[in-house]
T-cell receptor, first 112, second 114 residues
Framework: EAQVTQNPRYLITVTGKKLTVTCSQN?????MSWYRQDPGLGLRQIYY???????DKGDVPEGYKVSRKEKRNFPLILESPSPNQTSLYFC???????????FGSGTRLTVV | AQKITQTQPGMFVQEKEAVTLDCTYD???????LFWYKQPSSGEMIFLIY??????QNATEGRYSLNFQKARKSANLVISASQLGDSAMYFC???????????FGKGTKLSVKP
């Protein structure tokens, strides 16, 4: 089944403890991106990648890192999480925009 | 700067009636794409429809159609014959510049009444 897989689905962590949210797609898509969704703000892009080793900042990159060492994987790294990074996170991928972007199921992160 | 605006935080529609969800955008890129996504209460993001800036015709997908008015920079979603299952958040998104780079509106919550 063609899909974008995010793990974990839910995560509660403490301030300052490094964490990684994984994202993997099995559709050989070139384009991958990360978003956070907060009430009243819609989805805001954190980082995006156009291919292996090619990444760029979105609108809210502060406090996040990404890497794209393989085409299928695009992990989101929070080196020192803070409570304001509590949010619902989505990973998405696309072969070409005209076909739409496929989203993962989301990761609900709580930083206490 | 690119921008996308959904001015209707919430809307109600009677079952079986048509409804239009508004979306306006601002971009200086000559080539861009516009998307609509549905997010039911379960949380997943479901792709509905796409319109390219050079497409000559308005996009349609089943009961969904996109009313694309390029000069007005609007890309409204029309849902015909609303169903109870259409109750959800709807997001408009603009693919700006390079592919992979999406900006979303804040969404419209649609409630379908029986």
């Amino acid at each position: 089944e063609a899909q974008v897989t995010q793990n974990p689905r839910y995560l509660i962590t403490v301030t300052g403890k490094k964490l990684t949210v994984t994202c993997s797609q099995n559709m050989n898509h070139e384009y991958m991106s990360w978003y956070r969704q907060d009430p009243g703000l819609g989805l805001r892009q954190i980082y995006y990648s156009m291919n292996v080793e090619v990444t760029d900042k979105g609108d809210v990159p502060e406090g996040y890192k990404v890497s794209r060492k393989e085409k299928r994987n695009f992990p989101l790294i929070l080196e020192s999480p803070s409570p304001n990074q509590t949010s619902l996170y989505f990973c998405a991928s696309s072969f070409r925009g005209t076909y739409g972007y496929t989203f993962g199921s989301g990761t609900r992160l709580t930083v206490v | 700067a690119q921008k996308i605006t959904q001015t209707q935080p919430g809307m109600f529609v009677q079952e079986k009636e048509a409804v239009t969800l508004d979306c306006t955008y601002d971009t200086s890129d000559p080539s861009y794409g516009l998307f609509w996504y549905k997010q039911p209460s379960s949380g997943e993001m479901i792709f509905l429809i796409y319109q390219g800036s050079y497409d000559q015709q308005n996009a349609t997908e089943g009961r969904y159609s996109l009313n694309f008015q390029k000069a007005r920079k609007s890309a409204n979603l029309v849902i015909s014959a609303s169903q109870l299952g259409d109750s959800a958040m709807y997001f408009c998104a603009l693919e700006r510049g390079s592919q992979g780079n999406l900006i979303f509106g804040k969404g419209t919550k649609l409630s379908v009444k029986p």
